[in-house]
């Protein structure tokens, strides 16, 4: 069974910045999705194995870069000059396709909640 163990979520004001982190039990694709109240779960970035090729949402590009730490198989999400509309609860998935959509991943993490302030 694939364990994904989110940390990082939390409280920020609009601009500052927050960084999530997810390690994984195994060596996969990584990505993260959002899911705000009330709206689909989203796609937001994702890196491949190497960790050399990321792709991002528009909503995000510039602001957040995902990157990964392939020998712990950890992948990180730095997430700057946040606002109030990337309040969420962000998850992280592992899968063996590098894709945006939900059925791209095969494994997900429980979650966790960064709420932006303005």
């Known amino acids: 069974q694939v364990q994904l163990v989110e940390s990082g979520g939390g409280l920020a004001q609009a601009g500052s910045s927050l960084r999530l982190s997810c390690a994984a039990s195994?060596?996969?694709?990584m990505a993260w999705f959002r899911q705000a109240p009330g709206k689909e779960r989203e796609f937001v970035a994702a890196a491949r194995l190497s960790g050399g090729s990321t792709y991002y949402a528009d909503s995000v590009k510039g602001r957040f870069t995902i990157s990964r730490n392939s020998s712990k198989n950890t992948v990180y999400q730095q997430m700057n000059s946040l606002k109030p509309e990337d309040t969420a609860v962000y998850y992280c998935?592992?899968?063996?396709?590098?894709?945006?959509?939900?059925?791209?991943?095969?494994?997900w993490g429980q979650g966790t909640q960064v709420t932006v302030s303005s």
């Open positions: 195994g060596r996969y694709v």
């Open positions: 998935a592992a899968g063996a396709r590098y894709g945006v959509t939900l059925a791209d991943y095969d494994y």
